[in-house]
């Protein structure tokens, strides 16, 4: 798997493109001396295409509508202006396969045949249909005697990495690296090292659910209900189509509605939302009992974050702090 390279370490202008499932975003970065400057930014709705979302779910990989996203790309590029043909891909956690385990004292050099090892009794596929990273989470001197060593391992199917090397030969573009949703967004989000935090990440076609401690992954978990989800049961409810369904959403969601023929809308809605909370404390729960230790900040994110009255409903729910994702306070950009 192609390796991220800190934004530090980039000289040039560099295009960021995140593809969800119902759009596409883009920005182009720059340095200048320690900062971080936003030249351009553009995105592009799914339904401005067609009505499809750009890409699915399907035994746990990532199916592309490949020439579709390529002409989105290429037209963001030519409307913002862009001119930085460098860019990284953000890849969706839901492709992703994450693990954690502990290796015995070892030294440096005998690292890698063991977590090779160890991956192939963890990852459910063939290791040569994955590209493997890794990184040690705990005993940053692996040779030390006496230390067990922590290892975060992530596995990414080389049918979504050759996907993501097409999409770039054909808009031209140079692909400098690819990663991990949740790496990019903890490093954005930055959370308090000294706590315990969740991230649930609620997107349109799946939810992941990522525990952080003390400023490292410890585990990571994509499963479904998600946004769209919400909106189909609303849409069937309620006899209206799936754009009219969105807007309800948006605009009342498990907030009480006096209104005529929406009381029940924060009903329906919650009983969606009370699936995604039964498989986030399940994944809440498995770390626990792992790390012997429980969250003290649940973080969300994604557009189902801002749907009105949810924050609310997950603190009363999970008896949590509870706070929206806000990254800007935490980066070092400017306009």
Known sequence: MMAFTPFGLIKKNCLGIDIGSSSIKMVELSRVGERIRLEAYGQIQAEAIYDKPFRTLEKNTLLFQTMDIARAISGIVNEAKMSSRRVVFSIPDFSTFYTTFELPPMSVAEL???????????????????????????????????????????????????????ISRITKLDLYALEAEVFGFLRAVNPDKTKTVAIIDIGAQSTTCS????????????????????????????????????????????????EPGKENIREIISTIVDGILMEVNKTIENFSLAENKSPSLIILSGGVALVPGLKEYFAEKLGQEVEIANPFPSLNIFY
Do not use: C, H
């Open 211 to 258: 525990l952080i401690d003390k400023g490292v992954l410890r585990q990571s978990r994509s499963f479904e209900p998600a946004g769209n989800e919400i909106t189909e049961v609303l849409s069937k409810a309620l006899q209206v189509d799936f754009k009219e369904a969105q807007a309800l959403k948006e605009k009342y969601g498990l907030l009480p509605v006096a």
């Open 112 to 166: 890698p045949q063991a977590i090779r090892f160890q991956a192939r009794q963890q990852i459910p596929v063939p290791l040569n249909e994955v590209s493997l990273d890794w990184s040690i989470i705990q005993g940053e001197r692996p040779d030390q005697p006496g230390a067990n060593i922590k290892v975060l391992l992530v596995a990414v199917p080389k049918e979504v990495i050759n996907q993501y090397q097409e």
